[in-house]
């Protein structure tokens, strides 16, 4: 059996970082990944150029039962920080919109130069091994993988959460949490598609069509594209909205965003005769706008709609109720919204309260960011942080 001073479980972006911190502290490290590669995630983020962090990551961008607890972490890991570190290893990057920075070149780059980090902490990777079962007894954590046998005082869950499955994603960190004792809030899909109901094949036929809206489930809003598909509705704005979506709630969504009080008052005086599709199209794509004006039922031109039926119609634009009946799943979600308890842990060293040695980083935790850049800084910061406590 050999012996470690840490064992990291998943070598994703968190397990890496924490891996890479801890050996450069002198630790003797292992980390153990059932892919044949590390990072699998890494390289195959922000359409292959990773979008490694976003300059305004703060608390009020992640979803958690406990809004404070990644308040620490990210205070003392900070996008500068992972953004000097990217500058030393002379990675090109650029800010793409809303903060969101990409490598100039490929996401290989961020993945080349986390296993880089690990070298020079001379941690030993061990690939294709997958975890098979986890023993404590006397202080020590006993892992056994395909790969072999190994011990240490500190053992580090770090296999992120069940989103998309055929890339080596699993619920395994949910169940050594709770064989440790440790709750785990109801994992869901996040930053994924909503499907509409046949009653809305209406928009489904708009498939291709996006626009920008800014669309709300209760307190939560984004301003961001949305894209109709075959099978309901995506784009950013819809990705962000599905982290606080529950089945049954409507997602209400703002076609014209921006647009006055009275618009199309104004709009019917300007162009009596033009129709509500011809007004529409001039601010929205025309197959929308057709599809609008067929659920509004304004017929004919506008001169000869009341001021009151255009007030509806305005209304209606700006608050267009849909009622998804689901998600695409798992197996397309960006990330896993919930997952092990912050209730358990050390917001400072992620280390379980109750299982001294125990750790839980990245996906695996009750943390979630929003679309653009927030997870990885959240597995910059949460590895980084028990790297340094380990
Ligand atoms: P991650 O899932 O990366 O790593 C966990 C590791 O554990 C995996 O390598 C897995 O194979 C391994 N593992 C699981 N079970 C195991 C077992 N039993 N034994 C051994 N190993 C096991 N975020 C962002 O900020 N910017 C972006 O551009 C993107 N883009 C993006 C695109 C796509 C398509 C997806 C699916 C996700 C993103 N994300 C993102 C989200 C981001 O990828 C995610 O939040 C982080 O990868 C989470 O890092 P972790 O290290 O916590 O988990």
Same mark, same amino acid.
């Given at each position: 059996?050999?012996?470690?001073?840490?064992?990291?479980?998943?070598?994703?972006?968190?397990?890496?970082?924490?891996?890479?911190?801890?050996?450069?502290?002198?630790?003797?490290?292992?980390?153990?990944?059932?892919?044949?590669?590390?990072?699998?995630?890494?390289?195959?983020?922000?359409?292959?150029?990773?979008?490694?962090?976003?300059?305004?990551?703060?608390?009020?961008? *992640?979803?958690?039962?406990?809004?404070?607890?990644?308040?620490?972490?990210?205070?003392?890991?900070?996008?500068?920080?992972?953004?000097?570190?990217?500058?030393?290893?002379?990675?090109?990057?650029?800010?793409?919109?809303?903060?969101?920075?990409?490598?100039?070149?490929?996401?290989?780059?961020?993945?080349?130069?986390?296993?880089?980090?690990?070298?020079?902490?001379?941690?030993?990777?061990?690939?294709?091994?997958?975890?098979?079962?986890?023993?404590?007894?006397?202080?020590?954590?006993?892992?056994?993988?395909?790969?072999?046998?190994?011990?240490?005082?500190?053992?580090?869950?770090?296999?992120?959460?069940?989103?998309?499955?055929?890339?080596?994603?699993?619920?395994?960190?949910?169940?050594?949490?709770?064989?440790?004792?440790?709750?785990?809030?109801?994992?869901?899909?996040?930053?994924? &598609?909503?499907?509409? &109901?046949?009653?809305?094949?209406?928009?489904?036929?708009?498939?291709?069509?996006?626009?920008?809206?800014?669309?709300?489930?209760?307190?939560?809003?984004?301003?961001?594209?949305?894209?109709?598909?075959?099978?309901?509705?995506?784009? &950013?704005?819809?990705?962000?909205?599905?982290?606080?979506?529950?089945?049954?709630?409507?997602?209400?969504?703002?076609?014209?965003?921006?647009?006055?009080?009275?618009?199309?008052?104004?709009?019917?005086?300007?162009?009596?005769?033009?129709?509500?599709?011809?007004?529409?199209?001039?601010?929205?794509?025309?197959?929308?706008? $057709?599809?609008?004006?067929?659920?509004?039922?304004?017929?004919?031109?506008?001169?000869?709609?009341?001021?009151?039926?255009?007030?509806?119609? $305005?209304?209606?634009?700006?608050?267009?109720?849909?009622?998804?009946?689901?998600?695409?799943?798992?197996?397309?979600?960006?990330?896993?919204?919930?997952?092990?308890?912050?209730?358990?842990?050390?917001?400072?060293?992620?280390?379980?309260?109750?299982?001294?040695?125990? *750790?839980?980083?990245?996906?695996?935790?009750?943390?979630?960011?929003?679309?653009?850049?927030?997870?990885?800084?959240?597995?910059?910061?949460?590895?980084?942080?028990?790297?340094?406590?380990?």
């Amino acid at each position: 059996m050999e012996q470690y001073d840490a064992i990291v479980l998943g070598a994703g972006g968190a397990g890496l970082m924490c891996a890479a911190t801890a050996g450069q502290r002198g630790l003797r490290v292992l980390v153990i990944e059932h892919n044949d590669a590390a990072g699998r995630k890494i390289l195959i983020s922000g359409g292959g150029r990773c979008n490694f962090t976003n300059i305004g990551a703060a608390p009020a961008n *992640y979803l958690s039962a406990n809004p404070h607890f990644a308040k620490s972490a990210l205070g003392r890991y900070t996008p500068v920080d992972f953004i000097a570190l990217v500058e030393a290893y002379g990675i090109a990057w650029h800010e793409k919109t809303l903060g969101q920075l990409f490598c100039d070149g490929s996401a290989r780059q961020i993945v080349d130069m986390l296993l880089e980090e690990c070298a020079k902490g001379a941690v030993a990777i061990a690939l294709g091994s997958a975890v098979r079962d986890v023993d404590h007894a006397n202080g020590q954590f006993t892992v056994r993988s395909d790969t072999g046998t190994a011990s240490a005082p500190a053992l580090v869950i770090a296999t992120g959460g069940p989103s998309i499955p055929k890339l080596g994603a699993t619920g395994f960190a949910y169940d050594l949490a709770r064989k440790f004792g440790l709750k785990v809030v109801e994992p869901r899909p996040a930053l994924v &598609p909503l499907t509409l &109901p046949g009653s809305d094949a209406l928009f489904r036929d708009l498939s291709g069509v996006s626009t920008e809206v800014v669309a709300r489930v209760g307190q939560a809003a984004f301003r961001e594209a949305a894209l109709f598909t075959h099978r309901g509705l995506s784009g &950013p704005a819809i990705l962000q909205i599905s982290s606080y979506w529950r089945h049954g709630e409507p997602v209400a969504i703002d076609l014209l965003p921006g647009a006055a009080p009275g618009w199309l008052a104004a709009a019917k005086r300007d162009r009596p005769k033009a129709s509500l599709a011809a007004v529409l199209s001039a601010q929205l794509p025309a197959r929308l706008a $057709e599809a609008l004006t067929e659920r509004i039922a304004i017929d004919g031109a506008i001169g000869g709609a009341t001021d009151k039926a255009l007030g509806e119609a $305005e209304r209606r634009l700006a608050g267009w109720a849909f009622q998804p009946n689901g998600t695409e799943g798992f197996a397309k979600a960006e990330v896993t919204v919930g997952g092990i308890s912050t209730d358990g842990l050390s917001s400072r060293t992620m280390e379980a309260r109750r299982v001294p040695g125990l *750790y839980a980083i990245g996906e695996a935790v009750d943390v979630t960011g929003w679309l653009g850049g927030y997870n990885f800084q959240w597995a910059w910061s949460s590895g980084w942080a028990a790297g340094q406590a380990l």
